[in-house]
């Protein structure tokens, strides 16, 4: 996924042997990646409410808002990335 397509919705966050697997929803369609589980190395915090997810392959997602993610979405990022 490019810098083209945002998160709009997460699906899962599952976390196994130090990795985070996403499954999540953007407005290009749904996207699955990888990213380790090490959130000062692999989030960045643009402002308060948009962030940067870089995964294994140095791909970035970007979540312009998170205060316009379905409660289930924000749940899932305040549990995983302390947000």
């Known amino acids: 996924m490019g810098a083209d397509a945002h998160v709009i919705g997460i699906n899962t966050i599952k976390e196994e042997l130090g990795f ?26 643009v402002t308060d409410t948009h962030w940067l997810i870089i995964d294994v392959n140095d791909a970035r997602h970007e979540i312009t808002d998170i205060s316009r993610l379905d409660p289930r979405s924000q749940k899932l990022l305040e549990r995983f990335l302390s947000v």
Request: no cysteine.
């Open 20 to 45: 985070l697997y996403w499954t999540v929803e953007t407005d290009k369609g749904p996207q699955e990646f990888v990213m380790r589980n090490n959130i000062t190395q692999t989030t960045r915090q």
